[in-house]
């Protein structure tokens, strides 16, 4: 701001010394070169009415008398009956006459014009100056008004970024200027009723958890009894996944709860691999029992380029190790968990999981083999209420726009590579090259 406030003053001072320095100017050279002649115009009549009386006295013309009456002149005379008189110094360079005629004489006055140009570069010299110190008191003024400008939008940015930051307790501030005096007072206004609003959607997340880590609780307690108690195996398994279900959806709400309060932990390192394992775990099962395979497709070269299949490592398979990626271990793993589900509840065939790192950062794509999204769809995959994964998706259809929530509060992307057959990316920077 106070650069282009010093730019458009310097600016209009160049177009004010364009527009009455430069005539100005000209106008002082035409005088000095007026006064100039009609000096020597004056001159020239003085001597030639002091030598008209001398020769009407008959007095003798002397040429130091000549001299005297015109000092530093080079003064011609000539009288009637032929005589001629010179005095003065020889001239050089460009010269300047005036001729003056009484009864009896003519008088020619010359005069070197170096007086006249020294005294035009003066004029033009004070002119000079005097743009010169205009330029100055501008270019000084146009500082004190730019600082005194500035310091109210220095201001206001510093209270918008608190805002930003979540401090919606700023005070307006007084600046003298109305406009950014009612600015502030909008921002202090705002931030007021921003942070109300945040502060009931917090204390409200809070009793919502609350009231959901109750129930969960008591399930995932009697879930643990049924699997630990004397049942068919089908039931402990079925006990033993919807306890891992439950443990899911504490997990879900923990971590809710977090962005809700807005003090969610701060990305990690995480091991993509045992990330993974972890979710092959859970998920491997789930697909079976649907007749389905999930595979994890493991790095090219890692201790562990097997597959994983089901939930089970292939014969000789170690964990998926290696990539290391910068993130919320717990967003992660939830954004992953939502793409799992919505692979096993709408998709078709075998669901790959591949792990690659692309420059910079880690990319986790999952994929199935069923028809995809409808092309229609792919503009609002994404957008909450909108975003159903499938055609035939039931409910509200937040789980992907929650899933690229999750993941772009750590930095990360959540993208569509592939429409049909499907296949989703989630991007999170790279830590460091792979770890064995």
Not at 18 to 45: E, G, M, S
Not at 203 to 215: G, T
Not at 388 to 398: K, L, V
Request: hydrophobic letters at 45%.
């Amino acid at each position: 701001m106070r650069r282009r406030l010093l730019v458009s003053t310097l600016a209009v001072v160049v177009v004010a010394v364009v527009a009455l320095a430069v005539p100005l100017a000209v106008l002082a050279a035409r005088q000095v070169h007026t006064d100039f002649a009609v000096r020597l115009q004056q001159q020239a009549d003085g001597v030639a009415v002091a030598v008209g009386e001398r020769l009407e006295d008959h007095e003798p013309i002397a040429p130091s008398r000549l001299a005297a009456l015109a000092p530093g002149r080079r003064v011609t005379v000539v009288a009637r009956g032929g005589l001629s008189y010179v005095a003065g110094p020889d001239l050089d360079g460009d010269t300047k006459q005036a001729t003056a005629a009484a009864e009896t004489v003519t008088v020619t006055v010359t005069a070197s014009t170096h007086d006249e140009d020294e005294r035009v570069s003066a004029v033009i010299a004070v002119v000079g100056m005097l743009v010169a110190i205009s330029a100055f008191v501008a270019v000084g003024m146009t500082l004190v008004q730019a600082n005194r400008l500035a310091a109210p939008m220095i201001a206001l940015a510093r209270q918008a970024r608190m805002l930003g930051e979540g401090h919606f307790d700023t005070e307006a501030g007084q600046f003298g200027l109305p406009e950014a005096d009612d600015v502030s007072r909008v921002l202090a206004g705002s931030g007021r009723r921003i942070g109300e609003l945040v502060d009931r959607q917090r204390q409200f997340a809070r009793d919502a958890a609350h009231q959901l880590r109750s129930p969960l609780t008591a399930i995932g307690l009697r879930l643990e009894e049924i699997a630990t108690a004397d049942v068919p195996e089908q039931v402990r398994d079925d006990a033993e996944s919807a306890l891992a279900q439950v443990d899911r959806l504490a997990t879900v709400v923990t971590v809710l709860l977090a962005r809700a309060r807005g003090d969610a932990s701060r990305p990690r390192p995480v091991q993509v691999g045992e990330l993974l394992d972890e979710l092959d775990r859970h998920w491997g099962p789930i697909a079976d029992r649907r007749g389905r395979a999930l595979v994890i497709m493991r790095p090219a070269g890692s201790a562990a380029a097997t597959t994983t299949t089901s939930g089970k490592p292939a014969s000789g398979s170690t964990a998926l190790v290696g990539l290391v990626g910068l993130a919320n271990r717990d967003h992660l793993g939830q954004a992953l968990a939502v793409l799992l589900e919505n692979a096993v509840r709408h998709g078709a065939g075998t669901i790959r999981i591949r792990t690659v790192q692309d420059g910079t950062d880690v990319r986790i794509e999952v994929g199935d083999e069923g028809a995809g999204i409808p092309e229609e769809r792919v503009p609002s995959l994404f957008i909450r209420g909108l975003g159903a994964a499938r055609q035939d998706a039931e409910g509200a259809g937040i789980g992907l726009f929650l899933a690229r929530a999750l993941v772009e509060a750590d930095g990360g992307r959540l993208e569509l590579t592939r429409r049909s057959p499907p296949v989703f990316a989630v991007s999170i920077p790279a830590v460091s090259a792979p770890v064995r």
